[in-house]
């Protein structure tokens, strides 16, 4: 398959911080929200966007619950390639695509449903143009600690950002970056810190409140207000 832009979106994960004692025991990118697995709301924010070719979505072999979740979504297609982290899910699925090189590939949390068209629109009219590609954050701004049980200094904030995804890269750039970032051992907890590993400087591409992710059990009464 060759496209100019397509999305993938790693849900092999199973979002231990996002239990609760009363939970179904459903991995989170299930959990429904508004009546709707979260994985469906992710999905959906990313065909708001008709530039997106094609959304990809990287489960667990063995995963029985995500046909169901995207049944009857448009341009959407699962493969069972998640890997034990996220980084090598996402290289297996870049991997699996068969895209070109040079294609555009958006990464996307399940977890973050909120996302939205304007701020995915933000973020791809800014990298389309760009030679590395970017991803949606947004400055900090609250005070910063440092410390454990105490504060051991206040952080300068000024430069500092939350990072959010998508993250946007060229599909061969990202897939290097991800296997060169195996190879040395480097710590990657996103697809821009791989890039990073690699010496580039991503975009920063102003993000959005609602796109936050969801992380802890109270996070999900929250996310469902905003849907």
């Known amino acids: 398959m060759s496209a100019s832009l397509i999305a993938i979106v790693p849900a092999a994960g199973a979002g231990a911080r996002a239990q609760t004692g009363d939970a179904s025991g459903l991995p989170k990118q299930y ?32 995963d029985r619950r995500v046909d169901d ?18 980084a090598e899910t996402v290289a297996n699925a870049l991997s699996d695509s068969g895209v070109a090189d040079d294609a ?16 995915l629109a ?11 590609g970017g991803l949606l954050a947004l400055p ?36 290097r970056a991800l296997r060169d970032a195996a190879l040395r051992g480097v ?7 791989a890039i990073e590993a690699a010496g580039h400087a991503p975009l920063l591409v102003p993000g959005a409140m609602r796109n936050f992710k969801v992380t802890w059990p109270e996070d999900f009464a929250l996310m469902e207000k905003w849907l």
Do not use: N
């Not at 979260?38 to 997106?52: E, G």
């Not at 979740?69 to 996220?86: F, I, N, Q, S």
């Open 31 to 62: 959990r429904l929200l508004a009546g709707q697995p979260m994985l469906r709301h992710a999905v959906l924010a990313l065909l708001a966007d008709p530039r997106i070719a094609q959304v990809r979505v990287a489960v667990s072999p063995g």
């Open 69 to 86: 979740a995207l049944a009857g979504l448009p341009r959407t297609v699962w493969r069972a390639c998640g890997g034990a982290t996220r």
């Open 104 to 119: 555009w590939v958006l990464v996307h949390d399940a977890a973050r449903p909120g996302l939205t068209l304007e701020a």
């Open 122 to 132: 933000r973020l791809i009219d800014a990298c389309l143009d760009d030679a590395v």
């Open 140 to 175: 900090v701004r609250d005070t910063v600690k440092a410390g454990t049980a105490r504060v051991a200094k206040t952080v300068d904030r000024q430069a500092l950002w939350l990072a959010q995804t998508p993250q946007m890269f060229r599909a061969g750039v990202l897939l």
């Open 187 to 193: 710590e990657v907890t996103d697809e821009a810190s």
